[in-house]
């Protein structure tokens, strides 16, 4: 069993940051790459932020605020939110691309955190 769970959203001013945590734990064999998603209401779910080995990409819009980093020793993944605007405000949801111990690579995604800018 795998699980991946977020933590560290909440309630921010604009201009303020905040910081999130995501923690894959289980039957883990390895880590292929992590990310940060979110979704508005009524928008679809975007890419903000993803790493695999030691390569990252962003979305258009979060470029020069948002730093995602891993730490490969605890299968932990940080995103970083400096800058904050009210159009950040969204539910952040981890994804890791994981091989489980049974020799199955699957997506997996965490429960979502709500993160709320206030103007």
């Known amino acids: 069993q795998v699980q991946v769970e977020e933590s560290g959203g909440g309630l921010v001013q604009a201009g303020g940051s905040l910081r999130l945590t995501c923690a894959a734990s289980?039957?883990?064999?390895?880590?292929?790459?992590m990310g940060w998603y979110r979704q508005a209401p009524g928008k679809q779910r975007e890419l903000v932020a993803s790493?695999?080995?030691?390569?990252?990409n962003y979305g258009d819009s979060v470029k020069g605020r948002f730093t995602i980093s891993r730490n490969n020793a605890n299968d932990t993944v940080y995103l970083q939110m400096n800058s904050l605007k009210p159009e950040d405000t969204a539910v952040y949801y981890c994804?890791?691309?994981?091989?489980?111990?049974?020799?199955?690579?699957?997506?997996?995604w965490g429960q979502g955190t709500q993160v709320t800018v206030s103007s």
């Open positions: 790493i695999r080995s030691s390569n990252t």
């Open positions: 994804n890791a691309d994981i091989f489980s111990s049974r020799g199955v690579r699957r997506m997996y």
């Open positions: 289980g039957s883990i064999f390895s880590i292929n790459g």
